[in-house]
Each structure stands twice: as C-alpha cells, then as structure tokens.
C-alpha cells in the first residue's frame, strides 16, 4: 500500500459523499488472541464491542486515584488540558501514557494491548491518549463523527487500521452523556464538505464543527443500522473498543454523576503517520504522535501488585 496515497479524501468541496469502506475491518480472522470468534465478528458487524469486568473493584480504585492525582497536576492551562467551552471545567488531557508511571503501565497491560494486537493484525503503538471527564450539569456534548476522518485529513493516518480503547472509571448510564455509536456505520466513510481551518484543533477538541457529517448522511447511516444507535454503557471496569471509522458522538451531562474514562489510540506499526492528507503542518504531538512508533510490549499482572500510592 502506498501511505501517501489519499485513500479518503474529505473536505475538499462543498458537498458531502458516502463512500464504501475499501479497508479491512478485523485483519488476524482465525488467529488466537483474547477475544473468541463470535466476539470477532461482532465487531466487525457492529464496529465495536464493550467487555465487561476487564479491571476488578481494586484495579477501579486505583484508576480513580490516579485520575484524582491528574486532575490536580492539570487543573491549570496546558496545551493538552482542555476546558469545557463555556466553563473551566477540565474537558480532557492529554498524553496521559508519556506519564511514565500508572497510565503508561496502563496503557502497556495485556489486557487490552492484546485485543488491538488482534484485531490490527500486527504489533501497535500508541497514536493518542486521553482522559475525557464529563461534569456533572455541565458536561458538554460532543457532535457525531469519525475519529479517523479528523485523523486522516489533519494528522496524516494513511488507513483505518487503527481503534480507540476507552476504559470505563465512572459507571457510564443512559442519563450521564454516554458515548453513542452507529452500528456498520465503519463500513461507510462519510467524505465531508468544507475545509480545515488553520490550527482547527484549538477549537475542535471542544467543539468540533469541521470534519462532522451533515444530517442527511446521518440519517442514511442510522437507517442502514435499522434506526438503531447504541450507547456505551456499562459499570467501571468495562472497556469499550471501537473502529477508528465508527461513527460516535455523545449528549450533554444533564444528571449529578459525572462521566470518566481513559482513551487509548493504538495504530498499526503498518499504518504510521505521514504528512496530513488536508495539506496543512501537522496537529502537536500531543494529539498525533510522530515521534516514537516503537511497539508496545504487552505486560500482565494486576494493576494493583504494581503500583500502590
């Protein structure tokens, strides 16, 4: 495969296109990995699939207690610490694997390095990490779209072969601003209008208006899944996978109860960046990394009998 090849282009005109995916979706079919062969097709099917219990109650407290640790390290501005757009409240930081303590030992735990390693067919790094908090009351929503088309267009990713690990801190219910999904929404990428602004990411990451698919597309989508959207939800400890190409968004935080996970980018070492495909200089390298494509080595055991504060 050529990487400098634009296999999907976007947003250079002013019409939105839906066009097939020409990518694989699962690439180690048949190959011995943590999830069964039912599990596999499911989220080829669907684009995702949510495990339950992957951490125990111990391994959750100890999760939260490294985020209460971070939350306070970032409480001021940092250029991977974002705020909500109409409050100061912190929306996500960044590069929480490069941490070089709890979160990249997380980050390297087999119990979900070897479900990438299995679907991407191929040894993975780490493109982007993440803890998204969503407030109570004042948890903002974020618009349906394509991590990949974002990735593709302003980073320069060549192909689909890369997805999104999000691990469950806070119970996620129907009521505090889960993450949804369409499902087979992975198998369309949905080519949207418009251009990328200069330094789009300053506004973007929070409150994404280039790149987001217009309402026809969406309903074409939603209607191909039977008009059905799922919601991410599930008791902490729960990890969700999904496509890079999957379809997502979520609602506002109107309940009490606020909303956490951690967020890992794993990419093919087959699938590194190359120059963004929008033909604008690259996003930081806080949101995109280029400078260490070196393979994460899988590392077992309880989180709990290697850290303790």
Not at 150 to 161: A, I, K, L, Q, V
Not at 187 to 198: I, N
Not at 211 to 232: F, M, N, V, Y
Not at 267 to 275: A, D, F, T
């Amino acid at each position: 495969m050529n990487l400098n090849k634009d296999l999907y282009p976007s947003r250079k005109g002013n019409k939105t296109k839906v066009m097939e995916r020409n990518s694989p979706i699962v690439y180690s079919k048949g190959v011995e990995g943590p999830l069964k062969k039912d599990q596999l097709q499911s989220y080829e099917d669907k684009g995702y699939i949510i495990l339950k219990d992957v951490f125990n109650s111990e391994e959750v407290d100890l999760m939260k207690s490294e985020l209460s640790q971070t939350m306070k390290e970032n409480v001021n501005e940092g250029e991977g610490v974002i705020k909500e757009p109409t409050s100061n409240e912190i929306r996500s930081v960044f590069d929480v694997h490069k941490d070089g303590q709890f979160f990249q030992r997380l980050a390297q735990n087999d119990r979900i390095t070897k479900v990438a390693e299995q679907i991407l067919g191929s040894k993975v790094y780490m493109n982007q990490s993440r803890i998204n908090f969503k407030p109570g009351f004042k948890g903002k929503e974020f618009y349906w779209h394509s991590d990949f088309e974002t990735w593709h267009t302003e980073d320069g990713m060549p192909d689909m072969r890369a997805l999104s690990c999000s691990i469950i801190l806070t119970d996620n219910y129907e009521f505090n601003g889960p993450l949804m999904l369409i499902p087979g929404s992975h198998k369309w990428y949905v080519s949207c209008a418009g251009e990328t602004p200069a330094d789009n990411y300053k506004s973007s990451l929070k409150q994404q208006v280039a790149g987001t698919p217009d309402e026809e597309s969406l309903l074409w989508l939603t209607e191909q899944a039977g008009g059905k959207i799922d919601r991410a939800t599930g008791p902490a400890g729960s990890v969700l996978f999904f496509d890079s190409n999957t379809m997502h968004g979520s609602n506002g935080n109107l309940s009490p109860y606020p909303r956490c996970n951690v967020f890992f980018v794993f990419n093919s070492v087959e699938n590194k960046l190359v120059q963004p495909f929008s033909g604008q200089a690259p996003r930081p390298e806080f949101l995109a990394n280029r400078k260490s494509f070196e393979p994460i080595e899988p590392k077992s055991g309880l989180l709990t009998e290697m850290f303790s504060r």
